[in-house]
């Protein structure tokens, strides 16, 4: 390795491999196909970027960002590396040049998008180049149960197969969840031991769940706060984009915007000017970012929940990528579960996928619901357990006292027992207050000795209470659109009374207050 040791510092300025990448590149330097899973910022581009320099011939790189390809290949040359991109932004005559260059030996490193690897005379081509290396960037697009599945991933190992070279293959990605990282691992034939994953905690990044808050004053007062820092805001429609666009500049912040509606050149234009610090402030959707490598944003916030927590961490993630001190916020409105939910049966897609879709935008609800630090609810949600909390996220620093809600939690749970587990949180609750209800008088349900055991409470406050337990796992929920609800084994504990549980003290909302910014 102390080859791969000079090189790192020789072109890339740097004395130490961090975590993950020398054991990922020796691998590689040996032969063996491997997976690096690692967190955004966490260095996964020096993983093929060293073997590049240090192997024969020309590594391949697979990526699904065309946008991106002529940053990195231009920043790959200033660095003092040869490499180039063949992609549709070329004229066929540039392709044929590059093709050119590339048979001469000119480059060490050649990015291309998947579906390149469609053409059977681009392998042909291929197959006269020596190629040591494929290297699948996002890899977790290859997996239907990712959140970014590209079709034209699932070709890419048959076409590799075909290359005479027989290139190692390496996979890297920043957000796969255990059921991705399998199919990774099976789809490009990589075995199990050869998964390098190097923990998905970010501790720079200080994640925060507000619940009930007048959003756009929030935001308004937040963005004008933080008016010297860099930071994305991110909403779920390009119709939210505008209207937080335009409240934010009505309000002097230096914000810009970016959604799929949006001229390519607008986008363009908004993008470099976010990146070379010119707008301080991006409002946009899921569509901006991808890739961004843009090191010092200080914030990211979700103006509104996210489709599922790989989206969520992704997009969270583009904060504080320098390692320095950042805020993740996200601001919760329980409506925005039906924008999103919406956003998901809009899309055509097979009934199982559809379920896998619900059941993540379900994990996403969870995490806002949950009391538990927030930084080891996601890093279990990727299959990592850790025991410390990180003790700066909302709630590891919500210094509420807790109470033994135990009895209330039986209450809800044998009133679910009672209805057979046949009904949602809204059926439930209006139960458990005592609701007049024309379904529950049809069912009869104001006849089961649960019936009005919390009169005294909102059926809005037992929905929060439901949704509680089912972030506990106490409660599962099952179903697609019309969810019903469950008791879990976790639940049955608590009704015979082998497993308390406890909630951080409700403190009423304050009234709210008027808007004069509307
Ligand atoms: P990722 O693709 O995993 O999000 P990048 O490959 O873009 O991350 O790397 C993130 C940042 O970390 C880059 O600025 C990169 O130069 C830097 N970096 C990578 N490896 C090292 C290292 N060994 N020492 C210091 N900085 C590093």
Redesign the pocket.
């Known amino acids: 390795m102390k080859e791969a040791h000079d090189i790192?510092k020789q072109y890339?300025g740097?004395s130490?491999?961090?975590k993950g990448?020398d054991v990922i590149i020796s691998n590689v330097l040996s032969g063996k196909n491997t997976a690096g899973i690692?967190?955004?910022?966490?260095?996964?581009?020096?993983c093929y970027q060293v073997p590049a320099l240090m192997l024969e011939g020309v590594t391949l790189v697979i990526s699904p960002l065309i946008s991106l390809m002529k940053d990195q290949v231009d920043s790959l040359t200033f660095q003092g590396i040869p490499a180039t991109y063949i992609n549709s932004t070329l004229s066929a005559a540039e392709v044929e040049e590059r093709m050119e260059e590339l048979s001469y030996g000119e480059y060490r490193l050649l990015y291309i998008a998947p579906e390149r690897l469609e053409s059977p005379q681009f392998i042909r081509y291929l197959n006269s180049l020596d190629i040591p290396l494929v290297a699948v960037d996002e890899a977790h697009c290859l997996s239907q149960w990712g959140h970014d599945f590209r079709p034209s991933y699932m070709g890419i190992y048959d076409a590799v197969n075909q290359l005479s070279s027989q290139p190692v293959i390496l996979a890297l990605t920043?957000t796969a969840t255990p059921q991705v990282q399998r199919d990774i691992l099976n789809h490009l034939h990589i075995p199990p031991e050869n998964k390098v994953l190097t923990g998905f905690q970010r501790n720079n990044l200080f994640f925060n769940v507000l619940k009930g808050e007048d959003r756009k004053r929030w935001i308004g007062q937040y963005a004008g706060r933080n008016s010297q820092q860099s930071g994305i805001i991110y909403c779920a429609t390009r119709k939210e984009v505008e209207n937080v666009h335009d409240y934010l500049v009505k309000k002097g912040v230096s914000a810009g915007k970016y959604h799929g509606g949006l001229s390519d050149g607008l986008r363009l234009e908004q993008q470099e000017a976010f990146l070379n610090d010119s707008i301080m402030v991006m409002v946009a959707t899921n569509a901006f970012g991808m890739g961004i490598?843009k090191?010092n944003v200080r914030y990211v916030v979700h103006y509104q929940i996210p489709k599922n927590m790989e989206a969520y961490y992704q997009e969270a993630g583009r904060a504080g990528?320098d390692g320095v001190e950042s805020e993740c916020i996200l601001l919760f409105s329980p409506q925005d579960i039906q924008t999103q939910r919406y956003i998901i049966d809009q899309n055509v897609m097979s009934p199982e996928l559809h379920h896998n879709e619900l059941q993540k935008l379900r994990d996403m609800v969870d995490f806002v619901h949950t009391e538990t630090c927030l930084q080891n609810y996601i890093l279990s949600y990727f299959g990592e357990e850790s025991e410390d909390e990180c003790g700066h996220c909302s709630n590891c620093l919500d210094d509420r006292e807790s109470e033994d809600v135990t009895v209330k939690a039986q209450m809800v749970l044998s009133c679910m027992i009672r209805m057979n587990e046949r009904f949602g949180t809204s059926m439930i609750s209006g139960v458990l207050t005592g609701s007049k209800g024309k379904k529950i008088l049809d069912f009869r349900f104001d006849k089961l000795s649960t019936y009005g055991l919390l009169k005294g409470e909102s059926q809005k406050e037992v929905g929060l209470f439901i949704d509680y337990l089912i972030s506990e796992g106490i409660i599962d929920v099952e179903g697609g659109s019309y969810p019903v609800l469950k008791v879990s084994s976790k639940g049955r504990e608590v009704l015979i009374g082998e497993k308390q549980v406890t909630r951080k003290k409700q403190v009423t909302p304050a009234p709210a207050l008027s808007n004069e910014d509307e």
């Open positions: 790192l890339f740097y130490e491999f961090r990448q690692m967190p955004t910022g966490g260095g996964k581009s020096i920043a490598n090191s990528r």
